[in-house]
């Protein structure tokens, strides 16, 4: 019979594990029936019950048949003292059975927390890993899941968010990450209580650990600004994250469900001057003046990637000089053809997909000299047979008339000149030789 005193120690092992009694009474029946059959000649089939309220236990044992299946009826065995083995074994399986119990119960404690952020203390840091102190167990933050360039101290406070937890047979492995983007989104609602009461929704997060990270948040009130409510009064509760990120910059954009605005505003703060869309291929064109060129693509495209995962569009960026050099790109007519090379001479030549001899290099470029002079004719004549198109026909009437009036004016020319031919006297010669000044005279 057990005495006042086992029900005290009990009690005492459950409030400093965390346990429940009546766990610890399991536990104590199986270290009972372990201890039972390390005594000799005991029944091989036997279990221990204990009535929690007196304490008392009682041996239970049954006869087993040919098979070996319980038969028969069910006697009591109890023994009136243990051994010195069988007190042994019952100490062994007493301690195993409560170590077994804690590791099972801080798993569930933290089973079902994965997506969570938590909070401990670096306990220590090699090359491959760092464990910091959760409290009751420690967490594992993997190399890989550190940020790049952040070495905190010994003995520091950090956050971190929970990637997954493991069931091993020295416990609860919990590993934690400082570079998932959820850290974010549990930060933000550790800040914004407009979050947590879900008013705003992070609909999606981009981040380059360390560097960057662009988040879009979204309003179900319309009362309530998204991105105000983020960054807070003088922008207090974005620097509270950036502090804990440890500089890293943060940028909040609104969410649209257009995928023009969208794209827009992600790319911020680069100005935007026109989005085109192509949903069969997920590709947005972004068309920025030149000068939001270099600060839209940002520092070695970083800007860019995160917009792109951020509203998930394949991003392709052109300034207003590189899209007016397509557009007249496209608007040429090209031949349609190939080069290929020649297998008499080795140099390449044109081959038309009509058809026809290959032409070589400098016959194609005299030919398409040609073909621009006949263009550039072709226009001009079309031009000029416009304009006289223009003209008004005049009647034959008219044109008899006009024709009778010059050949009249041509016969009076005639006889105007024959006459002043007559009128004029012959000039000396002699006298235009001369040097002396001598008046002219009137006819």
Not at 76 to 100: M, S, Y
Not at 128 to 147: F, H, I, M, N, S
Not at 321 to 333: I, M, W
Request: aromatic content about 6%.
């Amino acid at each position: 019979m057990m005495n006042a005193e086992m029900k005290e120690a009990i009690n005492a092992i459950a409030a400093d594990k965390g346990m429940r009694p009546e766990v610890l009474y399991a536990v104590l029946a199986d270290a009972l029936e372990s201890a039972y059959k390390k005594m000799p000649n005991a029944h091989e089939y036997a279990w221990v019950t204990i009535d929690p309220d007196t304490m008392e236990y009682r041996v239970i044992a049954q006869d087993l048949d040919d098979e070996g299946e319980p038969s028969g009826e069910e006697f009591e065995v109890t023994p009136d003292n243990f051994g010195r083995i069988a007190a042994l074994a019952f100490k062994q399986v007493l301690a195993q059975g409560i170590r077994e119990e804690e590791r099972e119960q801080k798993y569930e404690e933290y089973a079902g927390r994965e997506g969570d952020i938590v909070t401990g203390i670096i306990q220590q840091s090699d090359s491959r890993y760092t464990l910091l102190d959760l409290g009751r167990v420690e967490a594992l933050l993997p190399r890989a899941e550190q940020v790049p360039n952040e070495r905190p101290d010994s003995n520091t406070r950090i956050k971190a968010y929970i990637v997954e937890v493991r069931k091993t047979a020295k416990g609860p492995q919990i590993v934690v990450s400082r570079t998932h983007p959820g850290l974010i989104k549990r930060l933000f609602e550790l800040e914004v209580p407009e979050i947590a009461d879900g008013i705003v929704e992070i609909k999606s997060c981009a981040r380059e650990p360390g560097h960057r990270t662009k988040i879009a948040v979204w309003s179900n009130d319309p009362n309530v600004d998204p991105v105000g409510a983020c960054v807070g009064a003088s922008g207090a509760r974005v620097r509270m994250i950036v502090n804990e990120l440890r500089g890293e910059k943060i940028d909040i954009v609104p969410f649209s469900e257009e995928a023009e605005e969208f794209v827009e505003k992600a790319l911020s703060p680069a100005k935007v001057q026109e989005v085109r869309i192509d949903s069969e291929t997920g590709t947005a064109d972004v068309i920025v003046p030149d000068y939001q060129l270099s600060l839209a693509i940002g520092k070695e495209g970083q800007n860019a990637r995160l917009s792109a995962r951020l509203t998930g569009w394949r991003i392709d960026i052109k300034s207003e000089t590189q899209q007016a050099e397509e557009d007249a790109y496209q608007n040429v007519d090209w031949a349609e053809g190939e080069w290929v090379e020649d297998p008499e001479t080795g140099e390449q030549v044109w081959q038309s997909a009509e058809g026809g001899p290959a032409l070589s290099a400098e016959e194609w470029e005299a030919t398409s000299d040609t073909d621009e002079d006949v263009e550039t004719v072709l226009t001009g004549t079309e031009s000029g047979s416009g304009a006289a198109a223009e003209e008004v026909p005049q009647s034959d009437e008219t044109t008899d008339d006009e024709q009778e009036e010059d050949s009249e004016s041509v016969e009076l020319a005639d006889a105007t000149t024959i006459e002043n031919e007559q009128v004029l006297p012959d000039v000396n010669e002699e006298k235009l030789d001369s040097t002396e000044d001598e008046p002219l005279q009137e006819t």
